[in-house]
């Protein structure tokens, strides 16, 4: 017991250590931030006071609460330090809330602010940037709340649960994995709406609606049709959701404005779906999978097994999915 003690003791101390340089580190990145920009900016008055509020959102009140972390780690009071940080854990969600509406008002104001432009080049130069952009140190907040979850787990893990500060340390991480996951929901969210308007334009014409609330982006991919009619072979390009399956084939090499796009030749709800192989259960040359809705049955085909494997699986997860 004495010897586990001990392990868990050194282990512990050397993840503190790790934390509060860590933490010096980072501190360090947003002053350079707050110091060489945001002070600046509202003595100048370069920015409106809303659209500097945009830009850089909590950033300051994030400093002050890691600020106040460094120094309760500095003197060994973990507990007290974990408590008052844990009351400021929200606005990591909200820094990650307002992050894509920043970096496009950056971006705006570097094209249209001629005077923000030469201030921020300015700045950029300066030895302590160490060559980063502004744009570069926007993320740190978040990167750091990825490093925090990994910390305190450690920090949990060599800690005798018969103390105090390990009820403190379990409740930490529960907080921090709840806004982690919090802010990876943005994250998803975001990705998934990117995907949903890349496809929409690639798409000829407006008349097949892919931009849709709670429709999530699966996979896409070619696969060859197979006619009920012994005719031949069709290729077609099939973007799978989490409530639809569209297949689509390309528009002529030679037209003027969709040469680069797709027509889409049919949109295939996933509700009344079932999903099964024909072939491909083995290790064989490919596979052929059947979709069967109400009045049609689908034939898909594939010279890949994997491929056809991944599809199987991707399809009858989204077909449990819109069941549900």
Known sequence: VEDQRARWERKRSRTAKELLETEHKYLEQLDLVLTYFVTILKAKGTLKPAVLETIFGPLESLYSASHVLSLHLEKGNLGPGLENFCQSLDLYGHYAENLEHANKTLKEQVRKNKSFRRFKKLQETRPQFQGRQLEDL??????????????????????????????????????????????????????????????????????????????????????????AKGEELKRRMFFLFS??????????????????????????PLHQCSVDKVFGHTWSQGGLLSLSFPHKTLLLMSSNQQEINDWYWSLTAAVRWASR
């Not at 995907?195 to 008349?207: E, P």
């Open 138 to 227: 926007l993320p740190l907040p978040l990167q750091r709340l990825h490093q925090y979850k990994h910390f305190f787990r450690d920090l949990l893990e060599n800690t005798n649960p018969d103390t105090a500060e390990y009820q403190k340390l379990t409740k930490t991480v529960k907080s921090v994995c709840e806004v982690s996951h919090w802010v990876q929901d943005i994250f998803d969210k975001r990705e998934n709406s990117l995907q949903l308007l890349r496809v929409q334009k690639l798409l000829k014409g407006q008349k097949t609606r892919v931009l849709a609330a709670e429709r999530w982006y699966i996979r896409e991919g070619w696969l060859l049709v197979v006619p």
């Open 243 to 268: 409530d639809i399956l569209i297949a689509a084939k390309p528009c002529h090499p030679l037209h003027l404005l969709n040469s680069n796009k797709l027509s889409c030749q049919a949109v295939y």
